[in-house]
T-cell receptor
Framework: DAGVTQSPTHLIKTRGQQVTLRCSPK?????VSWYQQALGQGPQFIFQ???????QRGNFPDRFSGHQFPNYSSELNVNALLLGDSALYLC????????????FGPGTRLLVL | GENVEQHPSTLSVQEGDSAVIKCTYS??????FPWYKQELGKGPQLIID?????GEKKDQRIAVTLNKTAKHFSLHITETQPEDSAVYFC????????????FGKGTRLSVIA
């Protein structure tokens, strides 16, 4: 049973560039949530996708956008990268949008120079 | 919105001793409280969770207690082993509403052999 997978594992970008991160949910899960984890901090909720729509959003600017595909996989896009966007980006999947029992992937480490 | 405070930020124990990590939350409507373990270079792993209709839950060496009146919950690890060394996060949410998981800032646990 495959768990949550994310790609790439690491990424280096420069300020102003755009980045796309990818996530495949755990088998049987249909909901994907994205989190940003700064160094030494807990994960912070970015947004959640269910039925190919953004259902909830945290306190992140419009530069952060996403998409969910019919196979439940998801992408996180960040435009106009800032140095402060450097973080570990985590994807979590669950069965249904009620936030319970979320399983996290290994994350994508993004460094913005 | 919900705010979760976690203490201590670091904790060192001798192998075989017990470890206790405490969290408080602000939203009295929160009713789901998971704990995650994050090892270096990995995503958070769900280790135990508790819902507000129970006061305590155990799984082998791990237990979680919840005091709804005081709005705090704790993780107890008994007979600690070196492989328990990691960063532990508590979180809270209203799973019946539209609020995401809100995480504490984490506790770095070191088990000294």
């Amino acid at each position: 049973d495959a768990g949550v997978t994310q790609s790439p594992t690491h990424l280096i970008k420069t300020r102003g560039q755009q980045v796309t991160l990818r996530c495949s949910p755990k088998s049987g899960h249909d909901t994907v949530s994205w989190y940003q984890q700064a160094l030494g901090q807990g994960p912070q909720f970015i947004f959640q996708y269910y039925e190919e729509e953004e259902r909830q959003r945290g306190n992140f600017p419009d530069r952060f956008s996403g998409h969910q595909f019919p196979n439940y996989s998801s992408e996180l896009n960040v435009n106009a990268l800032l140095l402060g966007d450097s973080a570990l980006y985590l994807c979590a999947s669950s069965s249904g949008p009620t936030q319970e029992t979320q399983y996290f992937g290994p994350g994508t480490r993004l460094l913005v120079l | 919105g919900e705010n979760v405070e976690q203490h201590p930020s670091t904790l060192s124990v001798q192998e075989g001793d017990s470890a206790v990590i405490k969290c408080t939350y602000s939203d009295s409507a929160s009713n789901y409280f998971p704990w995650y373990k994050q090892e270096l270079g990995k995503g958070p792993q769900l280790i135990i969770d508790i819902r507000s209709n129970v006061g305590e839950k155990k799984d082998q060496r791990i237990a979680v207690t919840l005091n709804k009146t005081a709005k705090h919950f704790s993780l107890h690890i008994t007979e600690t082993q070196p492989e328990d060394s990691a960063v532990y996060f508590c979180a809270a949410s209203r799973n019946s509403g539209n609020t995401p998981l809100v995480f504490g800032k984490g506790t770095r646990l070191s088990v000294i052999a």
